[in-house]
């Protein structure tokens, strides 16, 4: 799964290819993915036509079998949407559709997201325990793949602070340096004198530093070079 991943250029194309083979090995005619970030469901992928419009009624009431295998991570399965009493208009909306029946798979939560596979049938009882042992199994891998993508995002969010923050020792060491060399004094000396200088400003000390450097060499001081991946 994770070479598989690896070879598309986004999670989205991951898990467009995941849910077409899931639609296409089960007795499902559509499928969308359900995703929930800072507490708010979106659909990231679908196929087969209505999924968007059935998951987006039940985002619209805050309510429905996505949701609630989303919220308690139990697998929601809706035999006949007919028969079914729960969650208001919900099942006379599915059956407008076309829709008579539903499976929301949980997506395991191995990240900061949480998420569901959601698959409609237009017959009802169309989904057998092979089916459904199958789609837990896409679900899976879904989570292997969003899990991945997050910690890569995580990667990329810790290498950009962390040029930050060499960028600003690059700038206070020079700093230092320039002041060492004019007040004839230790690098702890010259330190202390640009923290109360920065106490004193109320800026920070990478703003203070880069001002004096600035003022000496008449331009900006240069920078360390940013990190770069290794080919």
Known sequence: MIDWLLEMTSLREFLQHLVDDAVSASG??????????HRRPLTVVSTGGVADK???????????????????????????VLEEPRWGTYPRFAADLG???????????RSHTAGALNFYACGPHAFREEDRRILALFAAQA??????????????????????????????DQAIGSVMQQQQCTAEQAFDLLRRLSQQTNLKLRDVCT??????????????????PRP
């Open 28 to 37: 499902a005619d559509g499928c969308g993915v359900t995703i929930e970030r």
């Open 54 to 80: 059935l998951d987006e009624k039940q985002y619209g009431q805050d309510d429905g079998p996505c949701l609630q295998a989303l919220r308690t991570g139990e697998t929601v399965h809706v035999p006949d």
């Open 99 to 109: 829709i008579r029946c539903s499976l929301s798979v949980p997506i395991p939560v």
């Open 143 to 172: 989570g292997g793949g969003i899990a991945l993508a997050q910690r890569l995002a995580d990667a990329e969010d810790f290498t950009r602070e962390l040029q930050t923050a060499l960028a600003s020792r690059s700038v206070i």
């Open 211 to 228: 001002r004096l450097l600035t003022g000496i060499a008449g331009t900006p001081p240069g920078e360390r070079t940013p990190l770069r």
